[in-house]
């Protein structure tokens, strides 16, 4: 299997996100991790990084299951996800990602499916 090289402009998002993280301004790196999904939304790392940024619990529990159907063998979401309190969702098989998954900014800054 090849790997594609991530497409430079992805590369740059991500680092601004990465940036903005790093700065404690986890609005902003929201925005860019989730600029980077509604372009890229199969790539994982994006949706680690927005995990880390994410308000809720639920939220971060979506990111790691999202990751988990893309690549079951990632463990950084497997530690995670004994961490975040049970929620209803756990019960439930995580549907296969699609496009109206990618992730917006709802009330609050929360995010929803659109």
């Given at each position: 299997?090849?790997?594609?090289p991530?497409?430079?402009e992805l590369?740059?998002?991500?680092q ?7 700065r404690?301004?986890?609005?902003s ?5 989730a600029?980077?999904?509604?372009r890229w ?7 680690l990084?927005?995990?880390a ?14 990751i ?5 063998t990632?463990?950084q ?15 439930r ?9 990618w992730?917006?900014v709802?009330a609050g800054g ?5």
């Amino acid at each position: 299997m090849t790997v594609s090289p991530i497409p430079a402009e992805l590369s740059a998002l991500m680092q601004r996100g990465i940036d903005a993280y790093k700065r404690n301004d986890a609005t902003s790196a929201f925005e860019l991790f989730a600029e980077a999904l509604q372009r890229w939304p199969y790539y994982d790392k994006a949706w680690l990084w927005l995990a880390a940024v994410v308000k809720r619990p639920a939220e971060r529990r979506f990111c790691f299951e999202h990751i988990l159907y893309l690549d079951p063998t990632n463990v950084q979401p497997r530690h995670g996800l004994p961490t975040l309190p049970p929620t209803e969702s756990a019960a439930r098989p995580f549907p296969p990602p699609t496009p109206y998954l990618w992730p917006r900014v709802g009330a609050g800054g929360c995010l929803k499916a659109v």
